[in-house]
C-alpha cells in the first residue's frame, strides 16, 4: 500500500526557496515513479515535477529552472527544491507514487506553501 508523507511546507516570502520532502513506505520506493502536484484555491490541480524509477526528470513550464526533483532510494524519500518562488505558487503540494509512469496508486496528505508578502 502506497504511504508517503510530506514535510517542508511553510510561509516565506517572494524570491525565498523551501525544501520538501516526501518519505514513503509501504511498497518498493526505487521500482516506482514519482511525481509532485500541487493545488491552489479554485484552481485544478497541477502536477509539477516527476521522476521516473531510472531518474528522469521532466517539469511543468510553470516551474522549470526555479523547481529541482530528485530522490533518495536508500533512504525512501523523495524531495523537491523550490527556489525563487513566487505568489503564484502557493497552493498544498503533493506528492505521489505509481508502478505505471503518468498514473500514480497514492498521494500523500499535502503540505502547505504559502508565497507572501
Known amino acids: 500500500q502506497v504511504q508517503l508523507v510530506e514535510s517542508g511546507g511553510g510561509l516565506v516570502r517572494p524570491g525565498s526557496s523551501l525544501k520538501l520532502s516526501c518519505k514513503a513506505s509501504g511498497f518498493p520506493f526505487e521500482n516506482y515513479h514519482l511525481a509532485w502536484s500541487r493545488q491552489a484555491p479554485g484552481k485544478e490541480r497541477e502536477v509539477v515535477a516527476t521522476?521516473?524509477?531510472?531518474?528522469?526528470?521532466t517539469y511543468a513550464v510553470s516551474v522549470k529552472g526555479r523547481f529541482e526533483i530528485w530522490r533518495d532510494n536508500a533512504g525512501d524519500t523523495m524531495f523537491l527544491q523550490m527556489d525563487s518562488l513566487k505568489p503564484e505558487d502557493t497552493a498544498v503540494y503533493y506528492c505521489?507514487?505509481?508502478?505505471?509512469?503518468?498514473?500514480?496508486?497514492?498521494w500523500g496528505q499535502g503540505t502547505q506553501v504559502t508565497v507572501s508578502s
Open positions: 521522476i521516473t524509477s531510472l531518474h528522469f526528470t
Open positions: 505521489g507514487a505509481g508502478r505505471v509512469r503518468g498514473r500514480y496508486d497514492g
